[in-house]
């Protein structure tokens, strides 16, 4: 069974720069059958969809983040990793990493980044 | 940018009721390529439908989805207690978008 888990740092300065990183076990990041996403909820609002990337690394992202988004993909790792640049108070949020075939079958928990200084 | 709008925003049904959820797509959605979730406080989506109809691993027969092209339907028959919380459709043939969701609540 496919399993993933995020991790990285709890609390972000504003201005500041978002890492987090997606474990993936239980199954191959190297799998055709997946695209390997980034999925938000802030406080009291609905899902947001980040970004998704490909085990070759071809990336797909929400317009509204674009300009300030990158992800890339470990598969000697089984990791991939988003960056969230100049963050602000409004990307304090839950995020989640999911694995998509034929929708999001597989998440991780969800790890909760506060942006405040 | 297809953008999802799902109605109602809350539905407040009482356990053992049947709870239909609407999902309207602003343009075709590739494929059927659909899928509903279920969120519950502090946990992560639940996937219970994918290709607008078909049910993922483990969900109950009493979730069904239904439609194609812009108008796709959520049903949930013979409520129970565990089902009542937010429900989000996905779409994911074009790019991704989510829905704003609905809220399933107890009457």
Known sequence: ??????????????????SLTCTVSGGSISSSSYYWGW???APGKGLEWIGSIYYSGSTYFNSSLKSRVTMSVDT????FSLKLRTVT??????????GDSNGYHHWGQGTLVTVSS | EIVLTQSPGTLSL???????????????????YLAWYQKRPGQAPRLLIYGASSRATGIPDRFSGSGSGTDFTFTINRLEPEDFAVYYCQQYGNSYSFGQGTKLEIK
């Open chain 1, 76 to 79: 000697s790792k089984s990791q």
């Open chain 2, 14 to 32: 009482s356990p053992g009721e049947r709870a239909t959820l609407s999902c309207r797509a602003s343009q075709s959605v590739p494929s059927s």
């Open chain 1, 39 to 41: 999925i938000r909820q």
């Open chain 1, 89 to 98: 108070a409004s990307d304090t949020a839950v995020y989640y990493c999911a």
């Open chain 1, 1 to 18: 069974q496919l399993q993933l888990q995020e991790s990285g740092p709890g609390l972000v300065k504003p201005s500041e720069t978002l």
